[in-house]
């Protein structure tokens, strides 16, 4: 299952913009309260039948309120965003602490 995951992260990344950050609907109903989105992006991905619908990830709210700057094309510069991330490790099928 994580093969196919990972498999359509890279298509969708294919997608996008230079800085631009697309999340999965099933993704922001997890993050809609804390997050700022634009238009809605169709993403078609080998493999999947039919589209991906994917939103704009334009701003995060929490913990502080940070913005990602507006893109008009790949050619634009390269924008460092720094957005907080929180994971955890796997051995095997269980989650360390």
Do not use: F, W
């Not at 999947?48 to 990602?68: F, H, M, S």
């Amino acid at each position: 299952m994580i093969g196919a995951d990972v498999n359509l992260a890279a298509r969708s990344e294919q997608d996008t913009l230079r800085g631009q950050i697309l999340i999965s609907a099933r993704t922001y109903n997890y993050v809609k309260g804390i997050v700022v989105t634009g238009k809605i992006h169709e993403v078609n991905a080998k493999g999947l039948k039919g589209t991906l619908c994917c939103y704009d990830l334009k701003a995060l709210k929490e913990p502080v309120y940070q913005e990602r700057p507006s893109l008009e094309n790949r050619s634009a510069l390269r924008i460092p965003i720094r957005i907080p991330v929180t994971y955890q490790l796997l051995d095997g099928i269980n989650v360390l602490p």
